[in-house]
């Protein structure tokens, strides 16, 4: 129950500052504040703010200055968000209960087993905004490499899908598909809907932003169509058109992951154990009963190997059985990006030029994306096994598929055109020679470096393929920014990387 | 070589708001800053700020309200420290270069060996604060468990040496003594020094502030003399009196153990691995031949058992032994706090009624530090084995030891009484029955809560040692605190945990 402020003197006012922190709330307050004070306070300290029945925990960063009067307290703009507070507005200030569920890491750390119930805990602290950014980043790094069993890692799955929300769509199948990642311009999925709704089946698809990559499918369909949906305008698409490709975090699909993302996407840190958790979790929330993963194998993917494809198949099928989800797993050819375009706008004209039968479409995505449609469809379908790329071969090339996807978008609030950059750079071949391999991580940070995701406009353009004879002079690539300070920097570090397109031959 | 400012769009000028990040630089930069906006940098950008030939790496907190204008950035307050700028300086500001050796980090994370030089340059990034908070938590995360071999924890212990200060001293024996830690009021070497220094032997010692508990050695000496001394006016006092008991902070002897603190203190994760690293780099650096190691053993000590103890052992013998330095482990017993205080002033009371020969001076603690004089005392001199305790025990009962105490405050800026407490609160005993056991680790929890070691006077006095036959009313122990708040949420832990004291018989 509130106490009322002339009682309790760890009662101060919200002032706003405005400043933005990213997802880890911080609390100003003055270093001689009272509250401060007689808590015994210094930066860094873990605060816990109510508000009207809500509470947060924030990091202590204390005012030396003169920004703030001993009385009043800011909060940086996502504790504003989480609170729900306004300026004036008075909260109250306590140490936190101490965070239990951290004993479970530092088990982990020396290598115990852990309960379901430990883990229950661990993640149900993490979704309530309990854990700081070093408790996460020590989360993540304790939970990667290999230390979670079976076991462990199905109570991850079912603690990340059991504290968020859940869909219901009260009849199955319900397919869905996902892209385990690290081939840039894999942008499949806005094919793949389509092709499968206009077959029949339902496919309600949430998608994500970009964690290391420089564009998530969520990014990608954003320049065509919002992405931002509630569940109830997300039943209303799906109802009306039997598919949406809507952003995942919105509807707080596994909320633990959007907080874990926060920590991995810095750390550059993405393992196998999390890959799963976070993947299947959603799906499971989601409500989808039957699902494809395309898992892209190659020497610069995020799965570099036959053996690391095997062991990841192996966690996917194995999970996905023991939480009630049936998973296939179609292996594609992770050697070079798929498409033309890296970059959420750019990627987008190459699904549009797909789904347009353009006769300069890409053909490895319009290939890619009608097996892996194909393989959905014999798995939620009645279509025999082999027959189902030829169907999607059928619906894409009557219209059928592109006039689904433009019902979708309509349904989602309307379909635009992808935005162009205001910056590029061609890039040409400086010795004659033919395209041998690609980097493709470092061809991933050229285009972040670019501006992608962030900037929708920015990233690349892929001119040459592998195989492609290039003579000096032939262009190689395109970068896209939006800002000239981030053109340069492209280029600064495709400069310093020359060997991310390899050529081989005369020279 | 600095550009100009009107040449330089990068150039920004410095506005000091005054906020206390602890030990990770922030810079607050405005959203429509051109800088920003150019760079394409959102929150939690890092970014490369120079000055006057210093670089420092900074977090970008992004400023939403009128705070800074759009030509001005702040940092927070470590920053100016580390760059060593005034208000209204001028900045320019870079993409800091990649992070390569975050790679070793993550290789550390799926399992692979690192060479000495991928140690290195962790340790080197580290050192030059390349690294964010959450990149040092994955790397002590990582680290820890048992995951470095011998090879690997050398190059650490090597690494984190070779990138400080380092003390030479011309001669040998140069004897050392450190505890491991995990017991609380264990503060022998108070005591140990000033016999050793007696005796003759050079015993330049620089200890540590608390990582995870109520009072390092240096809190508990700053409450009677300065201990933040320079290398110039450590090097004066080792040279009049022998020996010192300073910070070793101050001097930046393996500075990367301090940076590496700054993450384990909040994650309470204190790993064999980086004790022994954290422990004999400081030691090689600080340019000791010869150290004797106490390790407390007990169920709620750091080290908990005999196993785990030997572990230990052979970890601390075997890396000494790599890095030249002659070791010698003295197990101590860890089941109870040593001595009746708890906290910086009041440990600093115990040690002070030793050497005072006080009828009442605690007898566990002054035995513990006779028998470690003892051993620092055969291993550096000429004196047969098991004959230095008895030598220890004349110096101390002499007097000599509490006159070369005093002359070593005196050299390091003068000697004063430890500080009182102005909140205390006596807790009794319910009912009757024997002290059977502690729980060390609530117990210093309790401390810190009273606000132990950041409050000098805070923490509690222990009145029952194991043992003691206590009647209902009898007092257990006082809790000492410098302000009312911190009183009570002491006392508020303790009734929530009354089983931190065991009390076995009637009841």
């Given at each position: 129950?509130?106490?009322?402020?002339?009682?309790?003197?760890?009662?101060l006012?919200?002032?706003?500052?405005?400043?933005?922190?990213?997802?880890?709330?911080?609390?100003y307050?003055?270093?001689?504040?009272?509250?401060?004070?007689?808590?015994?306070?210094?930066?860094?300290?873990?605060?816990?703010?109510?508000?009207?029945?809500?509470?947060?925990?924030?990091?202590?960063n204390?005012?030396?200055?003169?920004?703030?009067?001993?009385?009043?307290?800011?909060?940086?703009?996502?504790?504003?968000?989480?609170?729900?507070?306004?300026?004036?507005?008075?909260?109250?200030?306590?140490?936190?209960?101490?965070?239990?569920?951290?004993?479970?890491?530092?088990?982990?750390?020396?290598?115990?087993?852990?309960?379901?119930?430990?883990?229950?805990?661990?993640?149900?602290?993490?979704?309530?905004g309990?854990?700081?950014?070093?408790e996460?980043?020590?989360?993540?790094?304790?939970?990667?490499?290999g230390?979670?069993?079976?076991?462990?890692?199905?109570?991850?799955?079912?603690?990340?899908?059991?504290t968020?929300?859940?869909?219901?769509?009260?009849?199955?199948?319900?397919?869905?598909?996902?892209?385990?990642?690290?081939?840039?311009?894999?942008?499949?999925?806005?094919?793949?809907?389509?092709i499968?709704?206009?077959?029949?089946?339902?496919?309600?698809?949430?998608?994500?932003?970009?964690?290391?990559s420089?564009?998530?499918?969520?990014?990608?369909?954003?320049?065509?169509?919002?992405?931002?949906?509630?569940?109830?305008?997300?039943?209303?698409?799906?109802?009306?058109?039997?598919?949406?490709?809507?952003?995942?975090?919105?509807?707080q699909?596994?909320?633990a992951?959007?907080?874990?993302?926060?920590?991995?996407?810095?750390?550059?840190?993405?393992?196998?154990?999390?890959m799963?958790?976070?993947?299947?979790?959603?799906?499971?929330?989601?409500?989808?009963?039957h699902?494809?993963?395309?898992v892209?194998?190659?020497?610069?993917?995020?799965?570099?190997?036959?053996?690391?494809?095997?062991?990841?198949?192996?966690?996917?099928?194995?999970?996905?059985?023991?939480?009630?989800?049936?998973?296939?797993?179609?292996?594609?050819?992770?050697?070079?990006?798929?498409?033309?375009?890296?970059?959420?706008?750019?990627?987008?004209?190459?699904?549009l030029?797909?789904?347009?039968?353009?006769?300069?479409?890409?053909?490895?995505?319009?290939?890619?994306?009608?097996?892996?449609?194909?393989?959905?469809?014999?798995?939620?379908?009645?279509?025999?096994?082999?027959?189902?790329?030829?169907?999607?071969e059928?619906?894409?090339e009557?219209?059928?598929?592109?006039?689904?996807?433009?019902?979708?978008c309509?349904?989602?609030?309307?379909?635009?055109?992808?935005?162009?950059?205001?910056?590029?750079?061609?890039?040409?071949a400086?010795?004659?020679?033919?395209?041998?391999?690609?980097?493709?991580?470092?061809?991933?940070?050229?285009?972040?470096?670019?501006?992608?995701?962030?900037?929708?406009?920015?990233?690349?353009?892929?001119?040459?393929?592998?195989?492609?004879?290039?003579?000096?002079?032939?262009?190689?690539?395109?970068?896209?920014?939006?800002?000239?300070?981030?053109?340069?920097?492209?280029?600064a570090?495709?400069?310093?990387?020359?060997?991310?397109?390899?050529?081989?031959?005369?020279?």
């Open positions: 129950m509130p106490r009322h402020a002339h009682q309790d003197p760890n009662i006012r919200l002032n706003r500052l405005g400043i933005d922190t990213y997802r880890e709330p911080v609390i307050m003055t270093a001689d504040c009272p509250v401060c004070r007689s808590e015994g306070w210094t930066a860094e300290a873990r605060i816990q703010l109510s508000y009207n029945g809500r509470s947060i925990i924030a990091t202590l204390v005012v030396t200055g003169s920004l703030l009067t001993p009385e009043e307290v800011d909060l940086s703009e996502i504790g504003w968000q989480m609170l729900g507070a306004r300026d004036g507005d008075l909260v109250s200030l306590e140490h936190p209960p101490p965070l239990e569920s951290l004993s479970h890491i530092r088990a982990k750390v020396f290598g115990h087993r852990l309960s379901d119930s430990a883990i229950k805990s661990v993640v149900s602290d993490i979704v309530d309990r854990y700081s950014a070093i996460l980043a020590a989360f993540v790094t304790a939970f990667a490499g230390r979670l069993d079976l076991d462990e890692l199905v109570a991850l799955t079912r603690a990340m899908t059991s968020g929300e859940r869909l219901y769509w009260g009849h199955a199948p319900i397919v869905d598909k996902h892209c385990v990642g690290g081939l840039p311009g894999n942008r499949t999925t806005m094919i793949i809907v389509p499968v709704a206009a077959y029949g089946l339902t496919m309600p698809k949430t998608s994500s932003r970009a964690i290391t420089p564009a998530g499918t969520a990014d990608t369909m954003e320049t065509v169509a919002p992405v931002t949906l509630d569940v109830s305008a997300i039943r209303r698409v799906v109802e009306r058109e039997g598919a949406c490709i809507v952003w995942g975090g919105a509807v699909l596994s909320p992951d959007d907080v874990i993302i926060s920590v991995e996407r810095p750390l550059d840190l993405d393992s196998h154990e999390q799963v958790a976070s993947i299947l979790s959603k799906k499971l929330a989601a409500g989808s009963t699902v494809v993963l395309d892209p194998v190659g020497p610069s993917s995020k799965v570099r190997s036959v053996e690391a494809a095997d062991a990841l198949e192996r966690l996917l099928c194995a999970v996905g059985t023991a939480i009630g989800l049936q998973v296939r797993v179609a292996r594609t050819d992770g050697s070079q990006p798929v498409g033309r375009g890296v970059g959420p706008a750019l990627e987008a004209r190459d699904v030029s797909v789904l347009r039968r353009e006769p300069t479409a890409p053909a490895d995505l319009r290939d890619r994306a009608l097996s892996l449609a194909g393989e959905v469809i014999e798995m939620g379908g009645t279509t025999p096994i082999r027959t189902g790329k030829a169907l999607a059928r619906l894409l009557s219209g059928a598929a592109l006039e689904k996807f433009e019902a979708i309509q349904a989602q609030g309307g379909m635009r055109e992808p935005a162009r950059a205001r910056h590029i750079h061609v890039v040409d400086t010795r004659a020679g033919v395209v041998a391999a690609f980097d493709n991580r470092r061809l991933a940070r050229i285009a972040k470096l670019a501006g992608a995701p962030r900037a929708p406009a920015a990233g690349l353009e892929l001119h040459a393929p592998l195989g492609t004879k290039l003579s000096p002079g032939d262009p190689v690539l395109t970068i896209h920014a939006e800002t000239p300070g981030e053109l340069d920097y492209a280029r570090y495709l400069r310093a990387n020359p060997q991310i397109i390899s050529l081989d031959g005369s020279g």
